[in-house]
């Protein structure tokens, strides 16, 4: 993939309402990529300590959000940590939106960017 770095703000590079935020705390799930659209990743070092950050940064801007159809898509599995979560890394929101735009299966893509680890599994591995 081909990536162009700059000091600039995306809030300065993009206009406001082409930007989505993504964030696991957003109510709106997000069902395509539009190639019209700039995605923000945003990133986290500690989801613990920073609950709703990217949501609230995207507020503050009046931005649109969306979260990966998690949810939609996986179920929880059994696990003795009884440990879930929907935040990803940037590497792994990644994974999944390229993924996902090479397939157009958000089964494909979610299986190839969330870890079992995240307590997420598709249904079908439930069997």
């Known amino acids: 993939f081909q990536m162009d ?3 600039e703000s995306y809030l300065d590079l ?4 082409a930007i989505v935020y993504l964030t696991p ?5 997000l069902e395509d990529i539009d190639p019209n659209k700039v995605y923000v990743l945003g990133g986290l070092v500690d989801e613990s300590i920073h609950k709703k950050l990217t949501l609230q ?8 959000t969306a979260r990966l159809p998690i ?24 994974e999944v939106l390229s993924t996902y735009y090479e397939t157009r299966s958000w089964p494909a893509a979610l299986k190839a960017g969330v870890s079992s ?3 997420y599994v ?4 439930m069997k």
């Open 5 to 7: 770095t700059t000091p």
């Open 122 to 125: 598709l249904p079908d591995a």
């Open 25 to 29: 705390d957003s109510e709106n799930v």
């Open 117 to 119: 680890g995240k307590g």
């Open 71 to 94: 949810r939609e898509y996986m179920v929880k599995a059994t696990n003795a940590k009884n440990y879930y979560s929907e935040t990803l890394a940037i590497n792994q929101v990644f």
């Open 14 to 17: 993009f206009p406001l309402d």
């Open 57 to 64: 940064r995207a507020q503050e801007h009046s931005l649109q």
